[in-house]
């Protein structure tokens, strides 16, 4: 049978659904995005997580997940927010639309997605991770959260009675009943926008341009924290034009202090015929930005750039240092004012967070193990999954490898006794050549290489030839398999 008609374990098991009306006919109607797909007895809406069963709707992907990562806050395009903050990333199944050049489809496109590559997580189980690892922040992320409302709202209110924060990254292609309840639960928005214009909404995204910014605006109005992105993808979407008019929209609806991210595209699922975006167009657009009255204009997956840090607009001190997914916050007190000339600025900032309870049993440099892994082209960070066959909880140490920092300790994350956790290293500096992953007895590591930020990898460094270093190895062999 075709992998795209096959029925999985992970689909059997369901949980009642939100948002949506019954018909006469047994059909029902999903109102949680504006697709609004009126679906059959027995069959799944667009989206393939949601089906009708009985004439009720009920949700396929409750509690289903890829690994729960630990990544910083910057990862999600979020830069004004409690910089260099590590969050708990957690993505599920399916999308409301299908982008042809989605950097996720192994996990959007719920057809692609294998038993194998599910992990089940209750509620209690997410925020007792990012307790018990002092994470401060939850990111509903990857595929797009929108499709795992249910599991969303009960982990997310969970996570705020524990006084957590939580974040929503997403296309936001939601009706706006959806995004009254988020606005419950939710603190953050990281909001990809495709394009400004309808049609390439349509054609390229399967979605629609105005419930998007209708959306938006409404989690706007209510006082949540929100940061627009937008992926310009070569030749598609990333003309002066594009620029100019999505500029003009952030600064007319939601005002000149919303930070605004151009993001570099890499070649995926259906989108290989093209190359990255040219670093000159994603830099003419933040021109763009700026020259509109964007204040705080960023470009994404790019390195060795300035326009990924932070500088006080009134006078001109650096306020955030960053190097890819790395955050230093330089220049500001801790009531979020400039250093320099003491002016309010318009990012929050979050308290240290409590030290962990773990119990960490220490290990003799003599006896850890390493793998090194080496960065190539623009694949700048890995996935380390870990595994512990340990009797006591350790802590795994990242190092930098090569460079003036050779050595340095860049990360130290604690793994708990028969358990697994997944987090990201990523370059720290440009003289990095990788980085070594020191390991104590009993404690495994797959890498997994990350294709820019908030994609999430299911092949292992190993599996992967390394034939190319701009485009993730699962997609060129998509290509082949459709010319085959
Ligand atoms: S979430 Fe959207 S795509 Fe999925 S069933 Fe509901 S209306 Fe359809």
Redesign the pocket.
């Known amino acids: 049978m075709p992998k795209d008609q096959q029925q999985w374990s992970w689909q059997q098991d369901t949980h009642p659904a939100v948002l949506y009306s019954s018909r006469p006919d047994g059909t029902v109607q999903?109102?949680?995005?504006p697709?609004?797909?009126v679906?059959r007895p027995g069959a799944v809406?667009?989206?393939r997580?949601?089906a009708n069963r009985g004439g009720e709707l009920v949700t396929l992907n409750y509690g289903k997940s890829v690994a729960m990562t630990e990544e910083t806050i910057e990862t999600e395009a979020v830069y004004h927010y409690a910089p260099g903050a590590r969050i708990l990333s957690m993505g599920n199944i399916g999308c409301?639309m299908n982008c042809d050049y989605c950097h996720n489809w192994q996990t959007s496109q719920a057809r692609f997605v294998e038993d194998q590559s599910v992990h089940y997580y209750t509620p209690e189980q997410v925020v007792q991770s990012a307790l018990e690892r002092g994470i401060q922040v939850i990111s509903w992320t990857y595929n797009d959260p929108?499709?795992w409302h249910e599991f969303v709202l009960d982990t997310a209110r969970l996570a705020r009675e524990h006084g957590l924060v939580n974040l929503f990254k997403s296309a936001f292609y939601i009706s706006l009943e959806g995004a009254k309840e988020l606005c419950e639960v939710i603190d953050i928005f990281s909001i990809s926008l495709k394009s400004m214009d309808p049609t390439f909404y349509k054609r390229v995204t399967k979605g629609q341009l105005q419930p998007v910014l209708d959306a938006t605006a409404y989690v706007f109005d209510r006082g949540k924290h929100v940061e627009v992105s937008s992926l310009l993808v070569t030749d598609a979407n990333d003309t002066e034009g594009d620029a100019r008019k999505l500029s003009r929209w952030v600064l007319d609806r939601l005002g000149p202090d919303v930070p605004v991210h151009f993001v570099r595209f890499h070649p995926d699922y259906k989108y290989t015929h093209v190359d990255r975006t040219p670093v000159e167009r994603l830099e003419r657009a933040r021109e763009i930005a700026l020259e509109e009255g964007v204040r705080y204009c960023y470009l994404g997956n790019v390195y060795d750039n300035e326009a990924t840090n932070s500088y006080c607009p009134h006078c001109g001190l650096l306020v955030v240092e960053r190097y890819g997914l790395i955050a230093s916050p330089v220049g500001l007190t801790g009531e979020a004012h400039c250093q320099g000339c003491a002016k309010p600025l318009p990012f929050r900032l979050l308290a240290a967070p409590d030290n962990t309870a773990l119990d960490i049993l220490d290990v003799d440099a003599a006896d850890l193990h390493h793998i090194e892994h080496e960065w190539r082209g623009d694949v700048k960070a890995v996935h380390v999954e870990l595994s512990s066959e340990a009797s006591a909880a350790h802590e795994v140490t990242v190092r930098v490898l090569g460079g003036a920092s050779h050595g340095r300790e860049v990360k130290r994350v604690p793994i708990l006794p028969g358990s697994q956790y997944r987090f990201i290293a990523c370059k720290s500096a440009s003289d990095d050549r990788g980085v070594s992953v020191q390991l104590p007895p009993g404690v495994h590591a797959n890498l997994y290489e990350v294709y820019d930020r908030a994609h999430f990898p299911i092949s292992t460094v190993l599996e992967i030839q390394h034939s190319s270093d701009a485009v993730p190895e699962a997609a060129i062999r998509l290509q082949e398999t459709r010319r085959a």
């Open positions: 999903c109102h949680l995005s697709r609004n797909c679906i809406g667009f989206c997580v949601r409301m929108v499709v």
